[in-house]
């Protein structure tokens, strides 16, 4: 469903996958991170109804740096793919520094194969991330559900606020509100790109200076 990291700053980060149609390379810079991982989250076989590859059952895999990894990147590589049984997706920690031939490197993690378990930020989590056109031709609607049991004791719901931006483009329409249907929380907004054909987006549920949910990040392309 994404990639999700836990950078060296402590931010929580959730970037969900997309089959683009060109080659997407995304980096997201960072000093020792805690973990970065390919995090499946539904895992409902309606979801996919697929009765061969069952893909509601593929696990996640979570790395968990040991040590000091000093400064580099969490890079995202998003392959154009029209048949399922391509893998597109690759996401690799690459150093700042180059890694020269015959040099001797030690990089020390943990695999965590799983159902995503060794992930789960205290914080609100990302359940859904829906795109589409909007009210205007010219605009880009833009649904996320959160998901949280903090979210149901962070106060009232009127100081529950999503902060969004763009880069570039215009961000419009900015509704917070809770979602009965799930027990979590949706947050929906438009972007107006203008003559841009790309605009990185950023997301994420805060109640004053306090953050609730993960940092959501989003590539849009025309």
């Not at 999700?4 to 080659?23: C, F, I, K, Q």
């Not at 205290?122 to 205007?136: H, P």
């Not at 215009?170 to 929906?188: A, C, D, F, M, Y």
């Amino acid at each position: 469903d994404g990639l999700a990291v836990h950078n060296g700053g402590g931010e929580h980060l959730w970037r969900p996958l997309t089959n683009p149609t060109d080659l997407q390379i995304s980096t997201f810079v960072d000093a020792n991170p805690r973990g970065f991982g390919l995090i499946q989250r539904k895992r409902d076989f309606r979801d996919y109804q697929d009765l061969e590859a069952h893909y509601e059952k593929r696990p996640s895999l979570w790395i968990e740096p040991i040590g000091d990894w000093g400064d580099g990147g969490v890079f995202l590589v998003e392959i154009p793919s029209k048949k399922e049984i391509h893998d597109n997706i690759v996401a690799f920690w690459r150093p700042k520094d180059a890694l020269h031939a015959k040099g001797e490197y030690t990089f020390t993690y943990r695999q965590h194969w799983e159902s995503g378990k060794s992930y789960r930020p205290e914080i609100a989590q990302v359940s859904a991330t829906r795109v589409g056109r909007g009210f205007d031709p010219n605009t880009w609607l833009f649904v996320l559900d959160f998901l949280g049991e903090n979210l149901k004791t962070a106060g009232p719901p009127e100081n529950i606020r999503g902060l969004v931006n763009a880069s570039p483009g215009t961000i419009q329409h900015v509704v917070s509100q809770p979602n009965p249907e799930t027990g979590g929380w949706r947050l929906s907004f438009e972007l107006a790109p203008g003559r841009e054909s790309a605009s990185e987006l950023r997301a994420q549920l805060v109640l004053g200076e306090a953050m609730l949910s993960e940092v959501w990040l989003y590539r849009w392309t025309a």
